[in-house]
């Protein structure tokens, strides 16, 4: 499963930006999703992470901030950030955990990443 992100950029403090991440390949399914993100010099860190369900979770740090959200029939999974700070700023990776399926009808299951998305919240 390959995951490509976007939405990233660079935004003054206190602004908005929505991330977005397509999950595709051949016969595959994905259960949670999730957001990640690494500034420079610190490890990578989630940020929120959602079922197929849409049960969410979040880091402290974000609460009441970001948003998530998925699209399962476009296997598709946002990020909404609002009221950003320049702690923020940091390379966002898109995760899902993946079931799929090779020619042989033996099954993968994977946790699959994008390749990560910019963020620049400027004070």
């Known amino acids: 499963v390959q995951l490509q992100a976007s939405g990233g950029g660079l935004v003054q403090a206190g602004g908005s930006l929505r991330l977005s991440c397509v999950a595709s390949?051949?016969?595959?399914?994905?259960?949670?999703m999730g957001w990640y993100r690494q500034a420079a010099g610190n490890q990578r860190e989630l940020v929120a992470s959602?079922?197929?369900?849409?049960?969410?979770n979040y880091a402290e740090s974000v609460k009441g901030r970001f948003t998530i959200s998925r699209d399962n029939e476009k296997n598709t999974v946002y990020l909404q950030l609002n009221n950003l700070k320049p702690e923020d700023t940091a390379v966002y990776y898109c995760e899902a955990d993946s079931l799929s399926w090779l020619d042989d009808g033996s099954p993968v299951v994977a946790r699959d990443w994008g390749q990560g998305t910019l963020v620049t919240v400027s004070s």
């Open positions: 959602i079922t197929k369900r849409g049960e969410t």
């Open positions: 390949g051949r016969r595959f399914s994905i259960n949670n």
